[in-house]
């Protein structure tokens, strides 16, 4: 049954996917460049191959690719789903600007804005000597400030081929056909009227003709929308890109706690989740949090969970600046869902060959309050889920307690159990806006502190990013907690 509702979820998201490329490629490349131009056929190619890099990336490392290939292809494929999210909200927004454009560049160009084409009647030709007629004059003929102004005309569909043929024998009161008009079936495009001869007053009727917009005004809005939107959605990606590879910044909150002794008033724990090692964040942004967590000079540094995306063989050595973590009580570690996707036993025996020490389930006693930690609700199903009894149940409830547990959802158990300070991640705070809206449909927190009765919830945003390398709306941190004592 998962398997089915797995597949289902597979392919609802293929579908939404080509929808969306078909869509940008219709703005980007259909609506702005010409049949067969070679900018067309690059845009063509690209509107197949990017989402082929974007699945590529996102399936390479489930299906045990080479370690290699998941690297060439995460920086295109991850890049590309962040590009796709903001070049599609520009588009959108764009679909609001492109009609007032439209209407702005009419009435500069004195034609009437509509739904669509009207019919107006253009001057017939005047003989020679002035008469109504098939004859041609010259524009001196024309009365001062009656020539008609040029405008952008198109043949109407009663100017067919029976008129032609019968033009010859019509009165002078007649419609008369321009002998060189083109068939009502080729498109719109725009011709300047020659002023007619003669008094206007003993003028013929003239031929209708369509009064169309120009497809150059379309031409011109649909480039500077589509300009728009790509200079915006790329430069979101851009800033949002250098922010990740820039590290994370260093918060710092207090958590008064009632049970917390006065000795232990002050005491800071560096909070730091969701690195996400992989095949895009590699030693370097590793070396860069454990520079910025020292730099705080921390009692203790609590990891709380997906530390990885991928397996020891393929990580292990770009995880090996944590050995380098320095704090006065030690570094703690529990796991998160993505560990579970990697092989947590081996990571958990890697942490603690690196001298952090996990917590499974498991609690010790700190200068002045318990530390718990809990597996993440992942394990459960390799039967290694949280077990709160195992980790708080025979505790001294007198004393304080802070639960290291992944998942902000888990908060309810920490509630029963007396816990005083929870400290999660595992949301990023939504990563890329306006995923923070769909964050807070699933975690009770996602970002920063909350009460939930007696216990305070502090998620982190995470160190890191998973998936695109790209944050925005929710910058990288690494948050220093200094627990208060209310006997101080």
């Not at 929308?225 to 790509?230: L, R």
């Not at 199903?381 to 709160?388: C, I, K, S, V, Y």
Request: charged share 20%; aromatic share 6%.
């Amino acid at each position: 049954m998962a398997a089915v509702v797995f597949a289902l979820v597979g392919l609802v998201v293929l579908a939404l996917l080509g929808a969306v490329h078909r869509y940008l490629w219709r703005r980007f490349v259909g609506d702005t460049t010409a049949p067969g131009s070679p900018l067309r056929r690059a845009g063509t190619v690209a509107a197949f191959v990017l989402p082929l890099l974007s699945i590529g990336a996102m399936t390479s490392g489930r299906v045990g690719a080479p370690f290699w290939l998941q690297q060439v292809l995460a920086w295109p494929g991850f890049l590309w789903l962040a590009c796709l999210l903001y070049l599609t909200l520009a588009l959108l927004v764009g679909e609001v600007v492109r009609p007032v454009l439209l209407r702005v560049l009419a009435r500069r160009d004195g034609v009437t804005p509509g739904a669509g084409a009207r019919t107006v009647r253009e001057p017939a030709a005047a003989g020679p000597a002035g008469e109504s007629g098939t004859g041609t004059g010259t524009p001196a003929d024309v009365p001062d400030g009656t020539r008609p102004r040029t405008e952008e005309l198109v043949p109407s569909h009663s100017a067919g081929t029976s008129a032609r043929s019968e033009a010859a024998g019509r009165t002078a009161t007649e419609s008369v056909t321009d002998p060189v008009a083109e068939p009502a079936t080729e498109p719109a495009r725009e011709r300047e009227t020659e002023p007619a001869a003669g008094p206007l007053a003993t003028s013929a009727t003239a031929p209708a003709t369509t009064l169309a917009p120009g497809p150059s005004r379309r031409l011109f809005v649909s480039r500077v929308v589509g300009g728009a939107a790509a200079a915006a959605g790329l430069a979101t990606v851009g800033y949002g890109t250098y922010g990740v590879l820039r590290g994370p910044s260093v918060r710092r909150i207090t958590v008064p706690l009632a049970k917390l002794p006065r000795a232990a008033h002050g005491f800071r724990i560096a909070v730091v989740s969701d690195i996400h090692i992989g095949p895009i964040l590699g030693r370097a942004h590793t070396r860069r949090i454990v520079d910025t967590i020292n730099a705080t000079s921390p009692d203790l540094v609590a990891v709380v969970g997906d530390l990885v995306d991928g397996s020891v063989a393929d990580l292990g050595s770009a995880a090996e600046p944590l050995s380098a973590l320095r704090a006065r009580h030690g570094s703690f570690f529990v796991t998160g869902n993505h560990e579970y996707f990697s092989g947590a036993g081996q990571w958990v025996d890697h942490v603690r060959e690196l001298g952090l020490h996990p917590l499974e389930n498991a609690r010790v006693e700190i200068e002045g309050f318990d530390l718990a930690g809990v597996n993440d609700i992942a394990g459960e199903t390799e039967g290694q889920g949280p077990d709160f009894g195992r980790a708080l149940g025979d505790r001294d409830r007198g004393r304080a307690a802070v639960l290291l547990a992944h998942q902000p959802v888990v908060i309810h158990d920490a509630v029963e159990h007396g816990v005083d300070l929870q400290l999660s991640g595992h949301t990023h705070g939504g990563q890329l806006w306006p995923g923070n809206f769909l964050a807070e449909l699933a975690n009770p927190t996602v970002a920063g502190l909350e009460r939930y009765g007696d216990t305070q919830l502090f998620v982190s945003r995470g160190a890191g990013a998973w998936g695109p390398p790209v944050r925005v709306g929710a910058p990288s941190d690494i948050t220093v907690v200094e627990l208060a004592s209310r006997q101080a």
